[in-house]
């Protein structure tokens, strides 16, 4: 006979069964759920695409700041500014005038008048023979020297004997000082001053003796060299038309460089722009660094971008981008186009002001052209700081 199961406890077993299943499903489900959210958080936390690259910048005219200087700056002055802080000026223009201007100008009149005596001398020798005129200007030019030599010498002499008087006053003065210095009645420092006085006035006689000597030297040579000339000027050869020749080319050479170095008193702007700062003022020696002015194209401005070299391959011409006052020199946002990407890796610029930063970041140099309106806005903001969004789409 069968044993019979009660109903109470196939009850109980169907309930633990039911359950049993209900927990692997629900873990099942769980499992999966969490694969999903694993697998959709693997996707979000992917980077999204860069569309921009950001970098600080500066403002500057086109072409950069031109600092207007000369040749011999430490050897320079300026005696005329012809321009002041914000004018215009065209390329060419005088800006400044350097001192020395009327020796200059002088010494291009005598190099002239030079080259006119030697081109004249240089006809009269092709003509073939002396004529009456050249004969009466060679025996002027004697004569002129001769003048010159009797007033020079009369002059020297006087000077020589002005210095024997000062010595034999001297002279007399120190003997007599000895004297009383013997007698106790001076100090020895009497004696010594005296006796510095004699010292002094002999070598000033000396001196005065050796200038008449040179004088007397030089002028009779000039007037000697001048006399033979006026012999010779009756006489024509082959080789006499060399001389003359080289004596006028020499002529115009000096002449050319009397109008070099006028040319270099005027100071000229090299291209049209705006003043931007006066460097040198009258009177002063020329900045050798800083030049006598800085001078810009401001109608065309420009932001020159420092951007880091890991980010420079991103950055392409023809690029838009944003400008932002770093230090609110002024409110609104620029415009401009990327034109220029420098071609060497420099250091960042001083002009970065923030103390966290990399001062020996590697950056390239990238050229902005602010568009016409924009570039208005800052035209008398050149150097400013500012932050530059170069957009990459």
Excluded: C, H
């Excluded at 000369?70 to 002041?84: E, G, I, M, Q």
Aim: avoid cysteine; glycine fraction near 6%; hydrophobic fraction near 40%.
């Amino acid at each position: 006979m069968q044993k019979q199961i009660p109903l109470k406890t196939i009850s109980y077993g169907l309930i633990g069964a039911l359950s049993i299943g209900s927990l692997g499903l629900g873990a099942a489900y769980l499992s999966q759920s969490k694969v999903k959210q694993n697998a959709d958080a693997g996707l979000s936390s992917q980077p999204a695409p860069v569309q921009s690259v950001t970098a600080l910048g500066r403002v500057e005219p086109k072409g950069s700041v031109i600092k207007v200087s000369v040749v011999n700056a430490r050897d320079s002055r300026v005696d005329r500014l012809l321009v002041k802080q914000g004018d215009r000026v065209q390329a060419g223009q005088v800006i400044a005038i350097l001192q020395g201007l009327d020796k200059k100008q002088a010494a291009l009149e005598q190099a002239k008048q030079n080259v006119a005596v030697m081109q004249a001398k240089l006809a009269q020798t092709r003509a073939g023979s002396a004529t009456v005129s050249g004969l009466a200007a060679q025996k002027a030019a004697i004569a002129r020297l001769t003048a010159q030599f009797d007033t020079e010498m009369a002059a020297r002499q006087a000077a020589v004997a002005r210095a024997k008087a000062e010595v034999r006053n001297a002279q007399a003065s120190y003997e007599r000082s000895q004297k009383l210095q013997k007698e106790g009645a001076i100090s020895t420092s009497l004696l010594d001053n005296d006796r510095r006085s004699f010292e002094t006035a002999t070598a000033s006689l000396q001196e005065a003796k050796a200038q008449l000597q040179e004088t007397k030297l030089t002028l009779s040579a000039q007037i000697q060299e001048e006399t033979a000339k006026l012999q010779a000027l009756s006489e024509v050869r082959p080789a006499d038309l060399q001389v003359p020749q080289a004596e006028i080319e020499y002529a115009i050479a000096q002449q050319k460089q009397a109008e070099t170095q006028l040319g270099d008193s005027y100071v000229r702007a090299p291209i049209a722009g705006q003043i931007l700062r006066i460097n040198t003022q009258i009177g002063e020696q020329v900045n050798a660094e800083q030049g006598i002015v800085d001078l810009g194209q401001t109608d065309q401005m420009y932001v020159v971008a420092e951007v880091y070299e890991t980010d420079i391959p991103r950055v392409k011409r023809g690029q838009q981008a944003l400008i932002t006052s770093e230090n609110g020199g002024f409110n609104q946002q620029l415009r401009g186009t990327v034109e220029q990407i420098g071609l060497q890796i420099k250091k960042t610029d001083s002009l970065n002001t923030d103390p966290a930063a990399d001062k020996n970041a590697r950056v390239v140099e990238v050229k902005i052209r602010l568009d016409p309106e924009d570039s208005k806005k800052v035209a008398e903001l050149t150097y400013m700081q500012v932050r530059v969004q170069i957009r990459l789409d």
